[in-house]
């Protein structure tokens, strides 16, 4: 069964850091790239970062700097660190999956086709 978990989701003040995880099993991680997207209250889900299979990593510019993707193929898990959060990052984080060695940076790809539940993240200012 085909499972992506997302944590490490929860309120900060603007400036504060949080480090998201995405717990994977039921499929090859280190086979799959891998994305993280977010959706706030009222407006479209938009990825925010992409990471292939070779750890190659890309964001999208409001998001640039701040926040940093990996991935630990031998724990099934991609990361995100968000720091200098802003109380626009405030939102509902989602991980997803796409069995193809590179995911672009896009938001409508039809390469993510596992997703998880999401996790949420709140920034006060």
């Known amino acids: 069964q085909v499972r992506l978990m997302e944590s490490g989701g929860g309120s900060v003040q603007a400036g504060g850091s949080l480090r998201l995880s995405c717990a994977t099993s039921?499929?090859?991680?280190?086979?799959?790239?891998m994305g993280w997207f977010r959706q706030a209250p009222g407006k479209e889900r938009e990825i925010i970062a992409a990471?292939?299979?070779?750890?190659?990593?890309r964001y999208i510019d409001s998001v640039k700097g701040r926040f940093t993707l990996s991935r630990n193929n031998a724990g099934n898990t991609l990361y995100l660190e968000m720091n200098t959060l802003k109380p626009e990052d405030a939102a509902m984080y989602y991980c997803?999956?796409?069995?193809?060695?590179?995911?672009?940076?896009?938001?409508?790809?039809?390469?993510?086709?596992?997703w998880g539940q999401g996790t949420q993240v709140t920034v006060s200012s």
């Open positions: 997803a999956a796409g069995a193809w060695r590179t995911c672009p940076l896009e938001t409508d790809s039809a390469r993510y086709t596992k």
């Open positions: 039921g499929f090859t991680f280190a086979l799959h790239c």
């Open positions: 990471i292939d299979i070779d750890g190659t990593t």
